[in-house]
């Protein structure tokens, strides 16, 4: 319902969440809702990247033995800065840092750990093409403080996040994200006017199967035989099951992901031979395919890496990488049997 022409507001709706969750303290609507203001933050300098030096690369190289982007190293600062202060962390973890974040002693902790990927879409912050912000959020279980220890607490399967989303900053800021257990996605378009997120996608449900697939198919030639057998069934000319798919890539994960979503389809990274540093693909398990797996799962969908769910894998790492296929639940699940060798021919 509007009132004086604005819709839902995000803090409504968190607020909503939290009265209808028991057990709820205010602790958790406090993390998102300072999310919310990094993102905003990130959102308003990406807007203005053409027109301020935070174009291009810092030259340093990081973690994930890649170059660091101005604007990668300026959104991972944002959301470190914003997120420290709040009192409800006990650590942080970036695509972007190879160690978990502390909290800084002069503020309280609390028992959130938020685990991000301050900027996705690297490659393409420079030519103006939709990029973003992925979180996974999870609860610690023990009472741990020690940073040193943490890690054990980090490294939960996906399927243990409390809430998980992400920001695009395209030719609008878009906020999609879940708490899980039934509570659907939903989506808040940033008003610029006003400076709010407005609720634009209620409960969002990803078609059971798509007419999409979005891989780099310049990878053609590092993939394996059964990887090459299920790009090409998408490509291959059947009417009857609605064949071929039509290509969409961007080359930023959130874009592709939320197309998806939207639309129905399949977004594929799989492992690949193109570097043997990364036997398992390119895409990070903690801050990149579990977040949005939760998402999908939430919305109908499935995510997987090619064997079974990723929301199940036991992170060992926090740089991890995982192949990744995510999207509509019955393209996922062919992927899946194309993968893992079990494809018989038979399309449900
Ligand atoms: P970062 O930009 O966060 O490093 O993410 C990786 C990523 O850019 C994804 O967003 C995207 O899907 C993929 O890499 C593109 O990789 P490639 O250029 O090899 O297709």
Known sequence: MKRHGVGTTITEHILREERENPEATGAFTTLLNELIVAAKVVSREVNKAGLVDILGSTGRINVQDENVQKLDAFANQVLIERMQHIGQLCCMGSEENADLIDIPPDYPKGN????????????????????????????????????DILLTDVLQPGIKQVAAGYFIYGSSTIMVYTTGKGTGVHGFTLYPSLGEFLLSHKNIQVPEKGKIYSVNEGNYSHWDEKTRALIDYFKTDDKETGRPYTSRYVGSLVADFHRNLLKGGIFMYPADKKDPKKPTGKLRLMVEANPLAMVVKEA???????????????????????????????????????????YTGETS
Not at 114 to 142: A, E, Q, R, Y
Not at 303 to 326: F, K, M, N, V, W
């Open 112 to 147: 959130y750990i938020l685990l991000f990927d301050p900027l996705d879409g690297s490659s393409n912050i420079d030519v103006n093409v939709s990029i973003g912000t992925i979180f996974g959020i999870f609860k610690k279980n023990s009472e741990e403080t020690n940073i």
């Open 300 to 342: 109908g969908g499935y995510a997987s890496d090619g064997h079974g769910p990723i929301l199940e894998i036991d992170p060992s790492e926090l740089h991890q990488r995982t192949p990744l296929y995510i999207g509509s639940k019955k393209d996922v699940e062919l992927a899946e049997a194309f993968i893992s060798g079990k």
